[in-house]
């Protein structure tokens, strides 16, 4: 098991879970992503963002200063789900 740290301090919302979105694509099934972040509206941003991919997330830190995620990879991909769909013609 690998654990890639995501420094995040100092980015403002949406940009904390949007990053944390696309790190998890290089995230291999089993592994672990640890985010810090600064921005008070991630506690609810990553948390959410991760039971749409079905993996797994605890808080392991939050104080005034910092919050620190920990985040393991339990699928093989984030699906499309929000993408757009073909178009029939």
Known sequence: MTTTKLDL?????PLPALKTR??????TAG???EVHCTDP???IDIPNLIR?????VEITERSD??????I???NGTIDNSN???PRAR
């Open 9 to 13: 301090t100092g980015l403002k919302c």
């Open 22 to 27: 696309k790190a998890l694509k290089g995230v």
């Open 31 to 33: 592994d672990f992503l």
């Open 41 to 43: 509206l991630s506690v």
């Open 52 to 56: 749409e991919t079905g993996d797994k």
């Open 65 to 70: 200063v910092r919050i620190v995620f920990l």
């Open 72 to 74: 393991e990879k339990a």
């Open 83 to 85: 993408a757009a769909s």
